[in-house]
C-alpha cells in the first residue's frame, strides 16, 4: 500500500509517541476511547455500524482485523471457509487507522464517514501480494499475476482490507461431473462445508466467500458467477448475493469459465452491505471491454437505492414455468415460503402479476447451447490467464497443461474426482469464434431474453420477475441479467437428510437456508436492490435461525487481547516479561516493530515459520 508523505510523517510521529508512552515496550490494541463500548456481534455487524464505531473512536481496523483473525482460526478446521489469510492484513489495517488519525477516509465519503473494512476474495480473483491465487488447484500453487485484478484494486481505494481468500470449488466446478465432485472441494482448500447443518453442501463454486460471511469471519465477500454460483451460495448461508448485469464488474485477472457469461458481485449479510460493495467494485474498465456498454459514466449510488417502500406500487411478476420445471419433492418447503412471500410483496404495495411465463421455456436446449459456449471460451479464457502470470512454476499454459497436471498429482485426486468437463473441451474441434459456438450464444441470448425474462417483463409491463432463489439463475445466465438473491426461509424440523451424488455433503435437512431471488433488465440493479431491500426489511428473515457452529470471539474480548498474537505460529512463543527500557532503545524497538510486517519480524526474531490455515 502506499502512503502520501503526510501520512508517513503521521507513522514516524506515531512511532515516537507509542515509545514515549510505553516504557516497557509492550505492544496492546487500546481502544482509543476513554469507555467500554458495547459492539455488536460479528456475525450481525453491518457496514454502517462499524463506520459508526471508526467514528466514535471505539474500534481500530487492526482490532477488526485480530478478531476476524481469531473467528476464522476457531471454526475454520470444520467448515474450511478461508483457504488463506492475507499475511498483510495487520500492516494494511495499522496503515488506514493513520489514515483515519489524519482525517483522511477511503471510500464512501460521499455516503458516510469511514470506508468498508474487510474483505475476502474468492480464490480466482487475483491478488498481487503474498497470498496465492489457485482457484483451488496444486497447478497454480505459488504462480504470481503481473497485475492485480481491478477489482481488487477499486476495493483497496475504497478502504478494504483483503483479509484472506476464500475456499471454493475447483476452477469453479468446472472440472468434474456432479457425481464425481461435490460443490465447494478443492484440491488445495478442501471440502468448504455450511454452517447450518452439519456436513452441509454450501451448493455452488464461491462457497467459502458466502460461508464466511453467514457467520462472521469478515464482513463482506467477493464471488464469481457463471450460472448460480454466487446467488446459490448465498441462499444456502441465509446471506444476500447480488449477481450483477454482465458488464457492471469487470473480470480482469479474474481465472475465467466464460467471458459471455461470468460476472463478479458481492456477498454480504444485509442488501444494505451488498450495496456499499456493488457500488465498490462495479465501473468501467479498460482491461474489459465488456464494462464499456455501461449505459452510464458514473457509477451509480446503490446504497441509496435502499427503500423501506421500495415494493409500493411495483410490478413483479411469476413466471411459473421456469419455477415448476425445476420443482420437486425437495423442494415443497421452499415453494410454501414462496407462496406466503409473494403475500408479503402484495401487503408491500406491489402489484403481482401470476403466470408471467416464458414464452419459450426450453432447458434441454439452452444446456446443450451453454455446453458449446462455455467449453469453447473456458478453453481460450483460461490460456490468456496463464499467459499474464509473471511466474509460472509448474509450467502450465494452457488447458491440457493443467489436465496433465491434475491427472499426475496425487493431490488432486484424479480419477476419483474426474476431469469429464475438461476431456469434453478438448475434444471439441471448434473455437470460442467458430460459427457453432456464436449460433449458441446467439440462440441463448434469445431463450433467456427475448423469449424468457425480457419477454415477460415487457409484455407484462414489469420491474422485475420474482422466483425461488434454486429456480431463478439459468435464464440470466445465458442472457447477462442481474439477480439479488435474499433470504427466504428454511427447511423445517421433519425435513428428510438427502445427500448429493457424490455421497459426500448434505443436500437437504432441518434448518438449511434457501432464498428468494428478484430478476431483471440489464443494468437494472437499483430498481432490484430496492425491491429486496424492502422486501429483507418486512421479514428479517435472517435472524429468525442460527448457525449449528459459529466462532464465539467478538469485537469485546479485544480488550484483553493483543495484537501480535502469533496466530499461525507452529510454535507458540511465550515473551518474557518486558523491562523498563531506556528512550533509545525504545524508539529503536518501535522503528524495528513498525518497519517490519508481522510475519517478518516474528520470522526473523525467533525464526519460527507460519503455516496456511
Known amino acids: ?14 512511532v515516537v509517541c507509542t515509545a514515549l508512552s510505553n516504557p516497557t515496550g509492550e505492544h496492546q490494541c487500546r481502544l482509543a476511547s476513554p469507555y467500554t ?35 476464522v482460526a476457531e471454526v475454520n478446521p470444520i467448515l474450511r471457509a478461508v483457504g488463506e489469510i492475507n499475511p498483510d492484513a495487520l500492516e494494511i489495517a495499522r496503515a488506514l487507522d493513520v489514515e483515519r488519525s489524519l482525517g483522511r477516509v477511503r471510500g464512501y465519503v460521499k455516503f458516510s464517514q469511514a470506508g468498508f473494512e474487510l474483505n475476502v476474495n474468492a480464490d480466482n480473483i487475483a491478488t498481487k501480494d503474498q497470498m496465492n491465487n489457485t482457484a483451488g488447484s496444486y497447478a497454480l500453487l505459488g504462480a504470481k499475476v503481473s497485475r492485480e485484478s481491478s477489482i481488487v484494486t477499486r476495493l483497496r481505494e475504497a478502504g478494504a482490507v483483503i483479509l484472506g481468500k476464500a475456499t471454493m470449488g475447483e476452477w469453479a466446478q468446472c472440472r468434474s461431473r456432479k457425481v464425481s465432485s461435490s460443490h465447494g472441494w478443492s484440491a488445495y482448500g478442501g471440502q468448504v462445508l455450511g454452517a447450518y447443518y452439519p456436513q452441509q453442501d454450501p451448493f455452488g463454486s464461491s462457497s467459502g466467500s458466502a460461508v464466511a460471511v453467514s457467520i462472521g469471519l469478515t464482513l463482506g465477500s467477493i464471488g464469481t458467477e457463471t450460472s448460480g454460483s454466487i446467488v446459490n451460495p448465498a441462499e444456502r448461508s441465509n446471506v444476500v448475493g447480488i449477481k450483477p448485469t454482465l458488464g457492471l464488474t469487470s473480470r480482469d485477472m479474474v481465472i475465467p469459465i466464460s467471458l459471455r457469461q461470468d460476472t463478479v458481485g458481492p456477498i454480504g449479510r444485509t442488501v444494505k452491505d451488498a450495496a456499499y460493495m456493488l457500488t465498490a467494485i462495479a465501473g468501467k474498465d479498460r482491461y474489459d471491454n465488456w ?132 476431456d469434453r473441451q478438448l475434444s471439441r474441434n471448434i473455437s470460442s469464434s467458430s460459427a457453432e459456438s456464436y449460433a449458441a450464444y446467439q440462440a441463448n441470448l434469445l431463450m433467456g431474453g427475448e423469449q424468457g425474462v425480457i419477454g415477460a417483463l415487457d409484455r407484462h409491463k414489469l420491474d422485475a420477475l420474482i422466483m425461488p432463489t434454486f429456480s431463478s439463475f439459468h435464464l440470466p445466465a ?51 436492490i430496492s425491491l429486496a431491500y424492502a422486501f429483507e426489511q418486512r421479514t428479517m428473515i435472517r435472524r429468525k435461525m442460527k448457525p449449528y457452529t459459529r466462532p464465539t470471539f467478538e469485537l469485546s474480548d479485544q480488550l484483553e487481547s493483543t495484537e501480535e498474537t502469533p496466530y499461525k505460529l507452529k510454535v507458540q512463543y511465550q515473551a518474557p516479561v518486558p523491562k523498563p527500557a531506556g528512550l533509545g532503545q525504545r524508539l529503536v524497538r518501535e522503528v524495528i516493530r513498525n518497519l517490519f510486517s508481522l510475519k517478518s519480524f516474528v520470522s526473523f526474531v525467533f525464526g519460527l515459520t507460519y503455516t496456511r490455515l
Not at 443436500?507 to 434457501?514: G, H, L, Q
Request: charged residues 20%; aromatic residues 10%.
Open 291 to 422: 464494462t464499456s456498454a455501461q449505459p452510464y459514466d458514473t457509477t451509480p449510488d446503490y446504497v441509496k437505492a435502499c427503500n423501506h417502500l421500495g415494493l409500493k406500487g411495483a410490478r413483479v411478476g411469476i413466471p411459473r414455468n421456469g419455477i415448476d420445471y425445476y420443482a420437486d419433492a425437495s423442494t415443497k418447503p421452499i415453494m410454501a415460503a414462496f407462496e406466503k412471500a409473494i403475500q408479503t410483496v402484495r401487503d408491500a404495495g406491489a402489484r403481482v402479476i401470476e403466470e408471467a411465463n416464458f414464452s419459450s421455456f426450453d432447458p434441454p436446449a439452452f444446456g446443450r447451447n451453454s455446453s458449446i459456449v462455455l467449453d469453447t471460451d473456458f478453453v481460450v479464457g483460461l490460456a490468456d490467464y496463464l499467459s499474464l502470470l509473471s511466474s509460472n512454476p509448474n509450467g502450465v499454459h494452457n488447458l491440457q497443461d493443467i489436465s496433465r497436471f491434475t491427472k499426475t498429482d496425487r493431490r488432486e485426486e484424479h480419477p476419483d474426482r474426474d476431469t469429464y468437463v475438461w
Open 478 to 528: 445465458i442472457a447477462g441479467l442481474p439477480i439479488v438473491s435474499v433470504p427466504l426461509g428454511f427447511y423445517p424440523a421433519q425435513t428428510p437428510l438427502t445427500m448429493d451424488l457424490k455421497k459426500k455433503v448434505v443436500s437437504s435437512a432441518p434448518n438449511i437456508p434457501f432464498g428468494i431471488a428478484f430478476v431483471g433488465r440489464r443494468w437494472s440493479e437499483e430498481k432490484l
Open 37 to 71: 463500548p458495547t459492539f455488536p456481534l460479528l456475525d450481525d455487524v453491518s457496514i454502517e455500524d462499524l463506520q459508526a464505531l471508526f467514528g466514535n473512536g471505539s474500534l481500530t481496523s487492526v482490532n477488526l482485523v485480530h478478531a476476524y483473525i481469531e473467528r
Open 1 to 14: 500500500m502506499q502512503l502520501s508523505l503526510a501520512t508517513r510523517l503521521a507513522y514516524v510521529f506515531s
